[in-house]
């Protein structure tokens, strides 16, 4: 099981980039994805998440309005569409798997169960 997260870069605020999570080993049926991220000097964040299974997804009031999550089963890829971007959202981002058969709701694994698998992060830079 690997995840390969990718899509970071410099970008101005109010910018845009779409981080992508490629999956190789597994494929995306009944699997909960998310997103999360880490400031230096700040706590590991909980961003967003789906479920591969339904496409219920989950934001953190932090970037909910602005980011949009969504799944490419076919590719066994999830994107992470950040919109207006600010200078607080600079942070590396991971993504993470783990196997939702159950069709519990993403933010359980998000915010409190966590995921078994995870991929290498992506710098997001965003400039004032």
């Known amino acids: 099981v690997q995840l390969q997260a990718s899509g970071g870069g410099l970008v101005q605020a109010g910018g845009s980039l779409r981080l992508s999570c490629a999956a190789s080993?597994?494929?995306?049926?009944?699997?909960?994805i998310g997103w999360y991220r880490q400031a230096p000097g700040k706590e590991r964040e909980g961003v967003s998440g789906?479920?591969?299974?339904?496409?219920?997804?989950y934001y953190a009031d932090s970037v909910k309005g602005r980011f949009t999550i969504s799944s490419d089963n076919a590719k066994n890829t999830v994107y992470l569409q950040m919109n207006s971007l600010e200078p607080e959202d600079t942070a590396v981002y991971y993504c993470?798997?783990?196997?939702?058969?159950?069709?519990?709701?993403?933010?359980?694994?998000?915010?409190?169960w966590g995921f078994g698998s995870w991929g290498q992060g992506t710098l997001v830079t965003v400039s004032s």
């Open positions: 080993g597994f494929t995306f049926d009944d699997y909960a």
């Open positions: 993470a798997a783990e196997v939702n058969d159950r069709d519990y709701e993403c933010d359980v694994f998000l915010l409190r």
């Open positions: 789906i479920n591969s299974s339904d496409g219920s997804t």
